[in-house]
């Protein structure tokens, strides 16, 4: 399981069951589960006061404890539903972020167990992520993986089974989206909810101003003015999103700069050679992977699938719990 910020993804058997939001509907006088995943995602910014919507994680760990263990539970039904994948007693690897706490880890882990899980395992997401695009990560060779989820970005040196050096960085894909929100209001005066930021990200998104042919077209948003609440519609352009996102950009550059100082010669030799591979959902910004090669001077390759590459690693890592020492 991939428990994060934006999106949980399990996989069974190898196979991605459950690819859903992660965000639940509670309701506010019971406490008891509405909707979770895509209907809860559907219900968000849009409730009454009878309502509440959760994303019950922040910055990749988990923010509100019971809200969580509900969402794990809903997940798990929808691959149990008509199914014998999961049993009531389940085993489970699930991958966290390497900068957790030992606090963090302990509520992931009690919120799997409470959620059916008999034997629960963790895995830093940096190595799930190499194992998923199917690095050989026990090798004696350094592999460096730059993983830029929803609430955070795990930047990891990998070599024979442990990680060598690493940054947990607590800006990613949540912080991009904050940033078209402040500055739509800012420049354009109209107001966008997290939703609609969402959308101007994956659609006109970009980390650099000059894309060439393949430049997306304008997206055109539509809001209330900030100041006389009169409807409004603004065309956005990619470079000027490109220039609202610059400063988060360039905490996650300078994260991957640190993390390579940290990196022993030998290492740093099979990383240029070999290259860095982006995983995660950030790693489809147009133009990262170009921005970040031009910048640090080592090739940067896109993951083939960015979005499932955590998702998979645990799924590996399930097959091959005995073989693997790195599980927690």
Not at 117 to 134: D, N
Not at 300 to 309: G, N, Q, R, T, W
């Amino acid at each position: 399981m991939d428990l994060g910020t934006a999106n949980t993804i399990i996989i069974a058997d190898g196979k991605i069951v459950v690819d859903e939001p992660s965000v639940v509907a509670l309701d506010r006088h019971t406490e008891k589960m509405i909707a979770v995943g895509e209907k809860a995602k559907l219900m968000y910014e849009k409730v009454h006061a009878g309502i509440k919507t959760i994303r019950p994680l922040r910055d990749g760990v988990i923010a509100d404890f019971n809200a969580c263990e509900q969402m794990m539970r809903g997940l798990i039904k929808m691959v149990h539903t008509g199914s014998h994948i999961f049993t009531p007693s389940l085993r489970m690897v699930i991958g966290v972020p390497s900068g957790s706490t030992e606090v963090e880890l302990r509520a992931v882990r009690d919120s799997a167990e409470h959620a059916g899980g008999r034997e629960v395992y963790l895995i830093y997401e940096p190595m799930a992520a190499a194992i998923g695009i199917g690095l050989d990560v026990v090798a004696p060779q350094g592999n460096m993986i730059v993983d830029i989820g929803g609430g955070s970005t795990e930047i990891a040196v990998i070599s024979l089974g442990g990680i060598v050096a690493d940054k947990s960085l607590r800006t990613a894909g949540d912080d991009l989206t904050a940033d078209i929100q402040e500055y739509m209001s800012r420049q354009h005066n109209v107001r966008v909810s997290e939703r609609m930021a969402e959308r101007i990200k994956i659609n006109v998104g970009a980390a650099l101003t000059d894309l060439g042919e393949n430049a997306p077209e304008d997206y055109v948003v539509h809001g209330p003015n900030r100041i006389t609440a009169l409807p409004m519609e603004v065309p956005v352009c990619y470079q000027e999103i490109a220039h609202c996102l610059e400063k988060t950009i360039a905490k996650i550059e300078t994260a991957v700069l640190n993390a390579l100082e940290e990196t022993p010669p030998e290492l740093y030799a099979d990383i240029v050679h070999n290259g860095i591979y982006l995983t995660g959902g950030g790693a489809l910004l147009r133009g990262l992977d170009k921005r970040l090669t031009d910048k640090i001077n080592i090739p940067f390759h896109i993951a083939e699938d960015p979005l499932h590459s955590v998702a998979k690693g645990t799924g590996v890592a399930l097959k091959n719990i005995h073989n693997f020492s790195f599980l927690m």
